[in-house]
């Protein structure tokens, strides 16, 4: 009797570590892809004189294939830019915005997971910190 419930309580561990592996996988490629969106965002290539401003379109072909590198399979339609331009001192930053979905299989069930993830807010790991009140 004891070994049959020492078998069933491991095979729930063993069940629940894949689910939580499954899950935790996702989490983990979004926050990669959130470092990747914020230097991507950033342009500092172009910001310190080594490469030439790119358009829209290539930076939207740039975060698809930095996600396509953490295994995410983003369309440029996923993709929201607002380009900004600051003249004086001859600086570019885009504010980038991928909304996608993930779909977890489960072997017998499958769930869809949906991120939004944007180079203005915090990693996804990091709470929001508020300035101090005088």
Not at 102 to 126: A, D, E, I, W
Request: some cysteine.
């Amino acid at each position: 009797m004891r070994k049959i419930v020492l078998l069933a309580v491991l095979a729930t561990a063993v069940i629940a570590g894949y689910i939580g592996l499954q899950f935790a996988s996702a989490y983990i490629d979004n926050i990669e892809l959130h470092d990747d969106v914020r230097d991507v965002a950033a342009q500092n290539g172009v910001n310190i004189g080594l490469n030439s401003p790119k358009t829209d379109d290539e930076v939207r072909m740039e975060v698809v294939r930095t996600a396509a590198e953490h295994g995410l399979h983003l369309r440029p339609d996923q993709i929201n830019l607002q380009k900004y331009v600051n003249a004086d001192v001859h600086r570019i930053w885009y504010d980038v915005t991928v909304d996608y979905t993930v779909r977890v299989n489960l072997l017998v069930c499958s769930y869809t997971l949906h991120f939004v993830q944007s180079n203005k807010g915090p990693t996804p790991l990091q709470p929001h910190v508020r300035p101090e009140s005088d």
